[in-house]
């Protein structure tokens, strides 16, 4: 079974696993229970590539609220000063 067919499927079944308001790593959790369950024949690499992708589809989606967007490592930018030319 192709990678990209098993991370859209599950993608598509969020709702179901993840209920109405998901968080990162409950849903990492979930996907790697769900995985285990019902895609046992996967290698260790293959779930991983599968967990990643169906993270970034929800991400892509909005599915985790605003506080993932972007780079959570990148240093806020100071505000400017009135007054700094």
Do not use: C, W
Not at 2 to 27: C, V
Not at 28 to 56: H, K, M, P, W
């Amino acid at each position: 079974m192709e990678l990209k067919h098993i991370i859209d499927e599950i993608t598509d079944q969020a709702d179901e696993f993840l209920g109405h308001k998901p968080h990162r790593d409950h849903a990492q959790s979930a996907l790697a229970a769900l995985i285990e369950r019902d895609y046992f024949e996967l290698t260790a690499t293959n779930r991983t590539t599968v967990i990643a992708g169906v993270l970034a589809a929800l991400e892509a989606e909005e599915r985790f609220g605003v506080e993932f967007v972007g780079d959570p490592f990148k240093d806020e930018p100071e505000p400017e000063k009135e007054g700094d030319e």
